[in-house]
């Protein structure tokens, strides 16, 4: 943490998990998108849209385009806490935590 932020973050009670470092070391693809992992974890097909794409709607005056820009990061917010549950990774590390 010290080499990356230029300070130590000392936090008491609580654990820091890195989803994307668990899910290479846990499954094993080629591509790690979250679209290809949503896809390969709960079978649900989800677009990528570019990052221009989505400021261009962002930035519109179109509320619709808004709304759908939006709604694409909170689906996409919402899929990391879902892949959290799906996968058990919780309840295992906490489990793991338990046994030390």
Do not use: A, C
């Amino acid at each position: 943490m010290e080499q990356k932020f230029g300070k130590i973050i000392k936090l008491k009670g609580r654990v820091i998990m890195n989803l994307w470092r668990i899910l290479e070391s846990e499954l094993k693809f080629t591509n790690y998108s979250i679209e290809n992992i949503v896809f390969h974890v709960l079978n649900i097909r989800e677009p990528e849209f570019t990052k221009m794409k989505l400021l261009e709607w962002f930035k519109s005056n179109d509320n619709r385009k808004i709304v759908f820009s939006l709604q694409y990061f909170m689906k996409r917010t919402i899929y990391n806490l879902v892949l959290l549950e799906e996968l058990d990774f919780i309840n295992r590390d906490v489990q793991f935590t338990k046994s030390i």
